[in-house]
Nanobody
Framework: QVYLAESGGGLVQAGGSLRLSCAAS????????MGWFRQAPGNEREFIGT????????YYADSMKGRFTISRDNAKKTTYLQIDRLKPEDTAVYYC????????????????????WGQGTQVTVSP
């Protein structure tokens, strides 16, 4: 079981930056592929990107390339999401998620591929 807790959200002006953190506890972390998603009111959960076990590889949704950067520190059992040049449409609850045992391709964009989820952190971007 992996327990995840996001932090770092808040209210920020458009054009600013935020770095979200996701701290893991319980068993594992370096054994888990990690992913980030977001969900705006009335919308489905949207894939942002994912990072491999060592952090050596990342994969992003096409719409997220350029302003979103995922990293991880296995010693601290933490993964990060850096968001630059924030836009009002980035307003959402941001979630981190962990995959359990991976069979096949390591990167997946579907929420169903992730076994553990945090509670989310709210990001609100003002114009």
């Amino acid at each position: 079981q992996v327990y995840l807790a996001e932090s770092g959200g808040g209210l920020v002006q458009a054009g600013g930056s935020l770095r979200l953190s996701c701290a893991a506890s319980g068993r594992g972390f370096s054994d888990n592929v990690m992913g980030w998603f977001r969900q705006a009111p009335g919308n489905e959960r949207e894939f942002i990107g994912t990072i491999s076990w060592s952090g050596g590889s990342t994969y992003y949704a096409d719409s997220m390339k350029g302003r979103f950067t995922i990293s991880r520190d296995n010693a601290k059992k933490t993964t990060y999401l850096q968001i630059d040049r924030l836009k009002p449409e980035d307003t959402a609850v941001y979630y981190c998620a962990a995959r359990g045992t991976v069979v096949g391709r390591w990167y997946e964009s579907q929420p169903e591929a992730y076994d553990y989820w945090g509670q989310g952190t709210q990001v609100t971007v003002s114009p």
